[in-house]
C-alpha cells in the first residue's frame, strides 16, 4: 500500500476497505439464511427447528474464531505498520494454525456432547434425527468457515479486501444453487442442504490458497514459528469478540430450552427469523471490528514512517 497516498486520502482508503468488508460479512450470514429458506421450503418446519436448534453451535465456532482471528490480525497489522515482515507473517501463520486447532478441537466437542444437547433441549423423533443429519455435515462446513474467515481478515489486512468480497460472493451463488439442486430437484433432505454449504466452503478454501500462492504481496504460508508470548497477546485482544459471540449463542441456547418446554417445535420455528436476524448483525458486528483494526493499523503506521 502506498503510504503518501493513504495519508491524504485516509477516509476514501478506509471506505474502499471497509464497504468490500461489509458486503463480503452480510454474504457469508446470508449462506446460512439461504439454507433455512430451502428446508423451510423443500422440508418444513421441523427441519427449521432443528437447524435452530443448532445455532449456539454457530455461535460457539464464531467465537473461538474471532477470538484468535481479530486478535491476531491486529498484532500483525501493528507489525506490518513497523515494517517488521517477518513477525508479521509469523504472526498470520501462527494465527492460522491456532484458528484450524481450535476449530477442529471444537468440531470435537460438539461430537461429544450431541446426543447429550439434544437430551437436554427434549429434541425428539424429525427433530432430533434432521439435527444429527445436518450438523455432522455442518461440522465441517463450520471448521472450514471459521479458517476461511481468518484467511479474508488477512487478505484484507494486506490491501486486497475486494478479492475477499468476490470469494464470498462466488460461496453464497454456489451455496444457492447446490440448495435448490441438492433439496429441489434430488430431494436430498437436509443432508443435501448442509452438503451445499460445505461444498461452497471448500471452494471459498481453494480460492483463498491459490491467492496466497500466487498473489499475496506480505502473507506467506511457510513453516510455522510458534510463539507463546504472541498467542498470549492474541487471546487477549480478541476476548472481546469471543465474549462477545458466547454470550449470544448462550441467549440463544436459553431461548430455545424454554420454547421448546413451553411451546415446542413450532415455536422454535417461529423463533427462528429471529435467530437469523441476530446471525446477521453478528457477523456485521465484525466488519465493524475491521473496520477498528484497519484504522488502529493506519494510526500505527503513520506514528512509525512519520
Known amino acids: 500500500m502506498n503510504?503518501?497516498?493513504i495519508r491524504q486520502h485516509t477516509i476514501k482508503t478506509i471506505l474502499q476497505f471497509s464497504v468490500p468488508s461489509i458486503i463480503a460479512?452480510?454474504?457469508t450470514s446470508l449462506i446460512t439464511v439461504a439454507?433455512?429458506?430451502?428446508i423451510g421450503n423443500y422440508i418444513g418446519k421441523d427441519g427449521i427447528a432443528a437447524v435452530n436448534l443448532g445455532l449456539p453451535v454457530i455461535y460457539l465456532f464464531l467465537a473461538i474464531g474471532l477470538m484468535v482471528s481479530v486478535g491476531g490480525v491486529s498484532i500483525a497489522g501493528m507489525s506490518l505498520g513497523a515494517k517488521d515482515f517477518a513477525k508479521c507473517n509469523q504472526i498470520f501463520r501462527q494465527t492460522i494454525f491456532t484458528t484450524a486447532l481450535l476449530a477442529v478441537l471444537t468440531g470435537l466437542f460438539v461430537c461429544i456432547f450431541f446426543e447429550s444437547?439434544?437430551?437436554?433441549l427434549r429434541a425428539e423423533g424429525c427433530v432430533r434425527e434432521y439435527f444429527r443429519t445436518y450438523y455432522r455435515i455442518m461440522l465441517l462446513e463450520?471448521?472450514?468457515?471459521?479458517?476461511?474467515?481468518?484467511f479474508g481478515m488477512f487478505i484484507r489486512g494486506e490491501g486486497n479486501?475486494?478479492?475477499?468480497m468476490k470469494i464470498n460472493i462466488l460461496s453464497i451463488f454456489t451455496n444457492i444453487i447446490l440448495d435448490y439442486v441438492f433439496a429441489g430437484i434430488f430431494q436430498t433432505g437436509v443432508a443435501g442442504i448442509a452438503a451445499a454449504s460445505l461444498i461452497s466452503a471448500i471452494l471459498s478454501l481453494i480460492c483463498i490458497l491459490w491467492y496466497f500462492r500466487k498473489r499475496a504481496k506480505i502473507y506467506r504460508l511457510e513453516a510455522i514459528s510458534f510463539s507463546a508470548e504472541i498467542l498470549k497477546t492474541t487471546f487477549l485482544n480478541g476476548s472481546s469478540e469471543f465474549i462477545g459471540e458466547m454470550s449470544t449463542g448462550i441467549a440463544m441456547f436459553a431461548y430455545n430450552f424454554v420454547i421448546m418446554r413451553k411451546i415446542g417445535v413450532d415455536g422454535v420455528t417461529a423463533f427462528t427469523i429471529v435467530?437469523?436476524?441476530s446471525y446477521v448483525f453478528s457477523e456485521n458486528k465484525v466488519s465493524c471490528i475491521s473496520l477498528e483494526k484497519l484504522i488502529l493499523f493506519f494510526k500505527c503506521t503513520f506514528t512509525m514512517v512519520y
Open 35 to 38: 439454507d433455512g429458506f430451502f
Open 275 to 277: 435467530g437469523y436476524i
Open 161 to 164: 479486501p475486494q478479492f475477499y
Open 25 to 27: 460479512m452480510v454474504l
Open 142 to 150: 463450520l471448521i472450514l468457515m471459521v479458517v476461511n474467515s481468518s
Open 3 to 5: 503510504l503518501e497516498n
Open 117 to 120: 444437547m439434544l437430551d437436554f
